[in-house]
């Protein structure tokens, strides 16, 4: 069977720049792929290449067969694919159902009644079905980033991105965020995951990833990955970071 | 006018909420409002002679102050706007276009302008006329009021454009790329996302626009236009009064500017976010 996303040498520049310098990387349905680096060595970038939110200059991305070329792909390939952001992200100015609801009507054009079934269903599975009518600001981190998962989820995506979701969130609410991604990854959802949650990869990754400098530099599992890397770039990484 | 450097700087009358707010949330400053029209109205029956004359003869000027703010202060909401978007646009034709509009009304004095459109306007629209013998063009002649309405609307439309342009860029990236992630066009996050939030940002400074319309309406007076303004010097100039004449001119723009200001705010709390 031919990967769900297929990336092929995308390199990328910010004025002169080169953030990414030639990227390939497939991955398979039902695969979770955690990616690691240092700051700065275009993780984010590449995460953001996959659902076009960045623009790249070279290379070709294929997501779920439809190539990355023309507004309308784009567009269609966007609502298979969601995204979780470091800093959550969620409107501000609407309730948690009506966050998770929102894209569901404008986007996918549900009705009002079975956009919010779905989304009392998905903030059940999230473990906050009791704040749907608070707004984003009366909740915290951890509550906030699992809402984000929910509004991403409703789409019915294909593929869930996830660029540091528990790095801006306080030590005790890490955990809820990575169990909710945990159960994710056990559904069979296509995953890839910015992380430096060893635990996470450990569990729930197929393969771990490690950039630097605009390239993969190591790919392995994430046993082989973080215990016995092959690469002298990835031991002095591990290095700083365990 | 706003402070044209910053036009996110909330204008007084929302800085002053804070605290002029009390517990059971009641804004004081309906007081002052208050007072201000009890005084007119204790004039007005104390002493007739000449507030009551005169409130009767400027009556239908307070309408056409009314009418020329209101008027203007819509079509400047929807004016500001295209300019705002057309500044933030892509497209470098467009944007440059706007922003030579933002910086050209800027630079001018409103009264000049005003005056430009009021008899400079016609005499072009009668030159086309005559160079292409359009009759309606030939027999072109400025409405007072009309030319009045243009030229506020033309000349707050390029500070309001401001105030929105600072009031879309307030709002986080995020938010469009959420949006965006979402598979919402450009076009539905601005509209469901982007605008809403930015509309609360900007509530005090375009509540701002609104009083300063209001004040600098008088400015038309100076085209025939029988504003408050006007019809207040007509009745000073026959009846010889000008100390009680414009003190009463300037509580009636008085009582319009404070209550409009409380109503700002009232609408500002109403719109509040939860955060
Ligand atoms: N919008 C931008 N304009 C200019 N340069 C950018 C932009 N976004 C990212 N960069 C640069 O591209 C490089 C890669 O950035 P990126 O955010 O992808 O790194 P990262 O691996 O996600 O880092 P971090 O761990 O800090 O999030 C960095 O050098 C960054 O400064
Ligand atoms: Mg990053």
């Known amino acids: 069977m031919e990967p769900i996303i297929q990336i092929n040498n995308v390199k990328k520049y910010f004025g002169t720049m080169e953030a990414l310098r030639g990227v390939s990387l497939d991955v398979n349905k039902g695969e979770v792929v955690v990616i690691i680096g240092p700051s700065g060595s275009g993780k984010s970038t590449f995460l953001r290449c996959i659902n076009r939110l960045e623009e790249y200059d070279e290379g070709s991305i294929i997501v779920d067969g439809i190539p990355l070329d023309s507004t309308q792909h784009i567009n269609q390939v966007r609502t298979e694919v969601g995204m979780v952001f470091q800093q959550f992200n969620l409107f501000p100015h609407l309730t948690v159902l009506e966050n998770v609801t929102l894209a569901q009507k404008v986007v996918r054009g549900r009705d009002k009644a079975e956009a919010e079934r779905v989304a009392t269903q998905l903030l059940e599975k999230v473990g906050i079905p009791e704040k749907a009518h608070a707004h984003p600001g009366q909740l915290s981190g951890g509550q906030q980033q699992r809402v984000a998962i929910a509004r991403a989820l409703a789409m019915n995506p294909k593929i869930m991105l996830f660029d540091e979701p528990t790095s801006a969130l306080d030590p005790e609410m890490i955990q809820e965020v990575l169990d909710v991604m945990l159960t994710l990854a056990k559904e069979g959802m296509t995953m890839v995951v910015v992380s430096h949650e060893m635990g996470f990869a450990r569990a729930a990754a197929n393969r771990a990833i490690l950039m630097d400098n605009g390239l993969i530099v190591e790919e392995a599992s994430p046993e082989v990955l973080f215990s016995n890397p092959k690469e002298e770039r990835t031991k002095a990484f591990l290095s700083k970071v365990l | ?275």
Not at chain 2, 26 to 48: G, N, S, Y
Not at chain 2, 184 to 190: D, I, S
Not at chain 2, 258 to 265: P, Q, W
């Open chain 2, 1 to 275: 006018m706003t402070d044209e450097n910053n036009p996110l700087i909330p204008p007084m009358n929302a800085r002053q909420t804070g605290a002029a707010e009390s517990k059971d949330g009641f804004d004081r400053w309906w007081i002052l409002v208050a007072i201000v029209a009890a005084i007119i109205l204790l004039l007005v029956f104390m002493k007739p002679d000449p507030y009551q004359r005169m409130i009767l003869f400027v009556r239908d000027g307070v309408m056409v102050t009314l009418t020329v703010t209101v008027s203007s202060f819509l079509l400047v909401m929807v004016l500001g706007l295209f300019a705002a978007l057309g500044r933030l646009s892509k497209n470098p034709v467009i944007s440059t276009l706007a922003s030579v509009y933002v910086e050209v009304v800027r630079g001018v004095p409103l009264l000049v302008q005003i005056f430009a459109w009021y008899f400079a306007f016609p005499s072009i629209v009668q030159g086309i006329g005559d160079k292409f013998h359009i009759p309606a063009f030939q027999d072109y002649l400025a409405n007072p009021v009309g030319m009045a309405i243009l030229g506020l609307t033309f000349c707050y439309g390029a500070y309001m454009s401001e105030i929105y342009r600072a009031g879309i860029q307030s709002i986080s990236r995020g938010q469009m790329e959420a949006a965006r992630s979402l598979g919402m066009t450009h076009f539905q996050a601005m509209r469901y996302i982007i605008i809403p939030q930015a509309v609360r940002v900007i509530l005090p400074p375009v509540g701002n626009e609104f009083v300063s319309i209001l004040k600098d309406s008088s400015l038309v007076s100076a085209v025939a236009v029988a504003d408050i303004t006007r019809r207040g010097r007509e009745f000073i100039s026959t009846n010889f009064i000008p100390l009680e004449g414009w003190m009463l001119v300037a509580l009636l723009y008085l009582l319009m500017t404070l209550f409009a200001s409380r109503i700002v705010t009232w609408i500002e709390r109403k719109t509040r976010i939860t955060r």
